[in-house]
Every structure is written in structure tokens, then in C-alpha cells.
């Protein structure tokens, strides 16, 4: 990593399985953004253990999204490539910070409230302060962009408001304050069974989703299942929102505008459709998981590269 650019942080816990959402919504920009920017991709396996893990399950996912991330094209030469757990400043920092974030901030956190109703036996200390944890992984590096979703925006809210009354207090700019990173567009990726939401790593529903590793049979199979909505006509429109959902997926799959497809399928029917972008999903899956399967095979070489990571990082 060079220190003339901007850094950007971004983090990803280390739970459920990735989907071509977060391929789609997130990781194909970072692939992007890794000439113009200093990137640091955190595996946020401490935020993980706000819900009970399996430690060797943990360990492993940990190296399945890492290989899953270079299967993608982050290159772990231009990038650090961390676990969180592997740098001990973050915890460190994640106290100090912690001294100076108020409990009323926190009890504000909406995320809080969802996990907490998600998990009733498990409300611990950690679930409370992930969000000081969290500005304590943004604000170490002296980050400037972070890219984040709606779900994660009071977050990035708080590490400002704490960095600001930090360096307030000590008359001293000792944290910069990072920016949220808007990237510039791609579509939102709908689960398959309920178009309404967002495709989710961690849903119960698991046909509501793509897995980056799902087997081309199984894709093919979601995708015929995947829900329509009435009439028969493919066009993207307010009213038609699985329709809408297809036609994102083909478009950035493919590269081919939603037009385009439009014009294309426009009369065709559902069956046709599905079928295309099942073809165009796989055909696209298919080489990465490969890579995937490649890096699977040389553990050694992939513990290496957090190994190295944490060591710059630090
Ligand atoms: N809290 C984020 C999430 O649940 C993950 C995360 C941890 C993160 N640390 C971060 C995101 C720092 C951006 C920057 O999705």
C-alpha cells in the first residue's frame, strides 16, 4: 500500500454466506476503487462474536470470504486483506473511544434495538458497543471514505460525533473524520422470494437468495422459482418488482443496459426470461468459483495474506 491516497474501509462480518448481492451492491465497486484509493477490507470477526460462534467455524469463514473477496478480483498486493482480531489497536482504540461515547447515543442506535429483539437471550455488552468498536476499526487508520449502506448510516454517524468531541476535548485534529462513500450506482439486488427486501448473507429463507457458491444447478433452480408478478411482460417498473430484480441481476451480470433486455424479452414471456438470466448468472459465476476452488486448495497461502495485512496494518 502506498500512503499518497485516500484510505477507504470498508468491513464485512465474517457470518452467513456472501450473495451476489453483496457481490453486485458492494464487492464489484471495491474491485473498482482499489487503483484510486488505499483500501482496507476488514473481516470483522469481532463484531461476529456479538452472537455465539464456533471458533473453527469462525477461522474458516474467515478464509472462505477472503478467498471468495480475491476470486472477485480484490487484489490482496494492492489491498489490505485483515482480521480484525489480528490487530489488537482496534480493541485498544474501541475502549478509549468507549470513554468518550455518551450511553444516550447508544441507546439511540437502531441496530441495537433490531439485534436486541433478534437475540432476547443474548443482549450482551458487546451487541451494545459494536458501534464503538466499529468507529474504533474506521478512525485508526485515519480513514477518509467509508462505503456504507443505509443500515450502517447512524454508525458511521457516531464514529463522526465521537472523533469530533474526541479532538474537541483534547484541543488537537488527533482523528480525522471520515466521509460516507457513496459509490456511484448499481442496482439494489431484491431477494428472489420477497422482491421488497434486500438479498440478505443471512436470511432463513435460503431460496431467497444467490450464494457466491451456489452450485449452477441450484442458481438455475432459484431463479426458475423466483417470484413474478402478474401480467407477463418483462419491463422494469415500480409494480413489478421481482420482474425489476431479474432484469438488475441480468443487467449486471451481462453489462447489457435494462433497455436493451427490455427490448429484448419485452413479449417473450417469464420462461424465457428466467431461463437467460439463469444462463447468464451461471456463466458468470462459474469462472469465479473457480478461482474460489483454487484458493481453497493453499490455506497456507491465504493464512499468508492476513498474516502480512495485520502485520502492515499494525
Ligand atoms: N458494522 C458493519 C456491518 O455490520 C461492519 C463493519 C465493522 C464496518 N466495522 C466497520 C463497516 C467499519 C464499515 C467500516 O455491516
Redesign the pocket.
Known amino acids: 500500500m502506498s500512503t499518497s491516497k485516500p484510505v477507504l ?5 465474517p457470518s452467513g454466506q456472501l450473495t451476489l448481492g453483496n457481490y453486485i451492491g458492494a464487492i464489484r465497486n471495491w474491485v473498482d476503487l482499489q487503483a484510486d484509493y488505499d483500501c482496507i477490507f ?1 473481516l ?1 470477526d469481532l ?1 461476529a462474536i456479538t452472537v455465539r460462534q464456533d471458533p473453527a467455524v469462525l477461522r474458516q469463514r474467515c478464509r472462505d470470504f477472503l478467498s471468495l473477496y480475491i476470486a472477485c478480483g480484490i487484489d490482496p498486493e494492492k489491498n489490505l486483506l485483515c482480521a480484525q482480531s489480528h490487530v489488537a489497536g482496534h480493541s485498544q482504540l474501541a475502549w478509549i473511544l468507549d470513554c468518550y461515547t455518551m450511553v444516550g447515543e447508544l441507546n439511540r442506535m437502531t441496530q441495537f434495538k433490531d439485534k436486541s429483539a433478534k437475540h432476547a437471550d443474548n443482549i450482551n455488552a458487546g451487541l451494545y458497543n ?1 458501534p464503538v468498536l ?1 468507529a474504533a ?2 478512525l485508526i487508520y485515519d480513514t477518509q471514505l ?1 462505503p ?1 449502506g443505509n ?2 448510516k447512524q ?1 458511521l454517524e457516531l464514529a463522526r460525533d465521537v472523533a469530533q468531541r474526541f479532538n474537541f476535548a483534547h484541543k488537537e485534529e488527533v482523528f480525522r473524520i471520515p466521509e460516507p462513500f457513496i459509490p456511484p450506482v448499481g442496482a439494489r439486488i431484491m431477494g428472489l422470494q420477497n422482491p421488497e427486501a434486500k438479498m440478505s448473507k443471512s436470511d432463513d429463507n435460503e431460496g431467497n437468495g444467490i450464494y457466491l457458491l451456489d452450485e449452477p444447478k441450484k442458481i438455475a433452480k432459484k431463479i426458475k422459482r423466483a417470484v413474478t408478478d402478474s401480467g407477463s411482460e418483462v419491463r422494469a417498473a415500480d409494480d413489478k418488482p421481482g420482474v425489476t430484480n431479474l432484469l438488475n441481476i441480468m443487467a449486471a451480470v451481462t453489462g447489457r443496459s435494462i433497455e436493451d433486455l427490455e427490448a429484448d424479452y419485452g413479449d417473450s414471456g417469464y420462461g424465457r426470461f428466467k431461463g437467460d438470466v439463469a444462463d447468464a448468472v451461471v456463466a458468470f459465476m462459474e469462472p469465479m468459483q473457480a478461482r474460489y476452488r483454487a484458493l481453497q486448495d493453499d490455506p497456507a497461502y491465504l493464512d499468508g495474506i492476513l498474516a502480512r495485512s495485520a502485520e502492515q496494518a499494525n
Open positions: 474501509l470498508s468491513g464485512i462480518q476488514l470483522v463484531h459494536y466499529m476499526d474506521i467509508v456504507v443500515d450502517q454508525h
